[in-house]
């Protein structure tokens, strides 16, 4: 099969799960700006944000370091269960320590008054980080359909209990309807956003259980020795992953310090808010992520690798170009999803950069094909803590005078940054002739017909002109070219 549309087709599928996945997740966001305020919306991406990072330390680089290794041993099987036994035991023991310390922690992150929050996601985080290596294991053995059924699985119930919880149990109570005297004995109000994480832990046990047969249907034994050659392929990988993290997370817990009190949590959920509406950009390049990282281990030593993997980025360009384009003519539409107390003029400034900063991130990610190919995974660390760095500071520099808008630009530098930077170094380790003319057009030219739309405001038609003309032109350049052949 034709490589390109392999990775087509496993991006489709993938893409299933973690596309309508999202965009399942992304219609709570209508639920819960609506039924909360923006306080407390505020809160709870405070406490995801923290999530964000402990999921990473619990993964530790293991599953990229799963990838590889299965590729260069022989024995796969042996591969699988000495990365399943080691996260197993890592998050058991952190699963233990934080639910003993949930008040310690609570108080620490300014939660006192919910320590029952840290248990919720101290077993979330650790179930889910036991589970990213069986979603591993399905994705290195081309099981997308598998990988795809569990995920949505899992979605289905995160959002059957979100609606079951939020709006069901109070209409049941309010109407008197026959199931209320039992909703009355397993619902309290006053639970809140906490069901928002009730619903979150009850779906990653029923995905645990789902994946038992590929937890231990290939079970083989624990090999210390390739266990320490994976923690040092991986070490640099989890220090790339806490720096992005922070790049992606950091600023919600940032605001949360450098905003006054009394409006932080609030202006936290309106940002949030604002960043949901930037969904359609973050699905694609996440479903990107989950099919071409085996994609591109797997094309390693085919005939013009190199080449493909500039075609993929030339092409990934084009498709993340329609997406900003297409979210940003069609704003007036998007933004009704979120509700009005959360609607703020700002956020035609804000969004905008959000589309444009996750762009360069899943230019990024293509780029890194150059540091996990070429076994210099600590160039990955580096420029992912280059990236952290970034966004502290420009996060402090930025957010005390310009609010979470400052946030938004600080995310746009930091990525931007990173991708030139990586670029720089591909070009020094490990060369791949991207268009980088070409690939600069299709970037500067979706920002030039945005822009023009903003300042020539004439409604939703020619903005549809505007994103035709983008389409054709790429249509246009990208046609391949007719061999002329001459005769002898």
């Known amino acids: ?35 909360f305020t923006t306080v407390e919306y505020g809160e709870t991406t405070i406490l995801y944000a923290y999530v964000a990072f402990f999921v990473v330390i619990l993964t530790y ?28 035991a890592s998050s058991t023991l952190f699963m233990f320590i934080a639910c003993f310390f949930s008040q310690e922690i609570a108080n620490t992150i300014r939660f006192g008054d919910h320590p029952e929050y840290i248990k919720y996601f101290a077993l979330i985080i650790g179930l889910d980080a036991i589970s990213s290596i069986s979603f591993a294991k399905l994705r290195q053995q081309n099981k997308a359909i598998r990988f795809a059924v569990v995920r949505l699985l899992n979605i289905f119930i995160n959002i059957g209990l979100n609606l079951f919880f939020i709006i069901y149990c109070d209409f049941a109570i309010e109407n008197d309807l026959q199931s209320a005297t039992l909703i009355e004995k397993i619902y309290n109000p006053e639970i809140g956003i ?21 937890m231990f249907g290939n079970f083989k034994s624990f090999d210390k020795l390739l266990w320490k050659k994976m923690l040092v392929y991986a070490s640099p990988l989890m220090i790339a992953g806490l720096a992005g993290i922070a790049n992606e997370t950091i600023d919600r817990i940032i605001l949360q310090y450098l905003l006054p009190s009394d409006i932080a949590t609030s202006e936290i959920g309106i940002y949030s808010a604002f960043y949901k509406l ?10 990107f992520r989950f099919a071409a990282e085996p994609f591109f281990f797997a094309q390693e030593k085919e005939k013009n690798s190199k080449e ?44 905008p950069i959000l589309l444009f900063a996750n762009l360069f991130l899943g230019i990024y990610y293509n780029l890194s094909v150059w540091y996990k190919l070429s076994e210099r995974t600590k160039y990955g660390a580096y420029l992912s803590i280059f990236g ?12 005390p005078s310009m609010g979470f808008e400052g946030a938004a630009w600080a995310t746009l530098i930091c990525y931007f940054s990173m991708t030139v930077v990586s670029y720089l170094l591909s070009k020094k380790y490990y060369p791949i002739p991207y268009s980088i003319s070409r690939i600069s057009f299709y970037l500067f030219f979706s920002l030039g017909l945005y822009l ?33 052949i001459s005769n002898p």
Do not use: C, W
């Not at 549309?5 to 609506?34: D, H």
């Not at 990934?316 to 703020?344: A, P, R």
């Not at 952290?388 to 957010?399: D, E, Q, R, S």
């Open 308 to 351: 493909l993997y500039a075609r993929v980025l030339k092409y990934f360009t084009i498709v993340t170009s329609i997406i900003f384009l297409g979210s940003m003519l069609y704003f007036d539409i998007i933004k009704n999803f979120i509700g009005s107390e959360f609607q703020d003029p700002r956020g035609k400034l804000v969004v």
């Open 194 to 214: 906490g069901y928002i994480f009730i619903a979150n832990l009850v779906a990653s046990v029923v995905t645990i259980i789902l994946l038992l047969p590929e």
């Open 278 to 287: 930037s969904i359609i950009m973050t699905l694609f390049v996440q479903t």
């Open 1 to 35: 099969m034709n490589p390109l549309k392999k990775l087509l087709g496993q991006t489709a599928i993938y893409g299933l799960s973690s596309i309508v996945g999202r965009l399942l997740n992304f219609l709570l966001v209508p639920l819960y700006t609506r039924y």
């Open 452 to 484: 023009l739309s903003t300042f020539v405001d004439m409604g939703m038609v020619i903005n549809t002109v505007y994103l035709l003309i983008f389409i054709g032109a790429a249509i246009l350049l990208e046609k391949p070219k007719k061999r002329v």
């Open 61 to 88: 680089g293991m599953e990229t370091a799963f990838f590889r290794f299965s590729h260069l041993e022989t024995d796969k099987k042996k591969v699988y269960s000495t990365t399943l036994l080691s996260i197993i």
């Open 388 to 399: 952290a760095l970034l966004t502290v500071v420009f996060n402090f520099m930025f957010i």
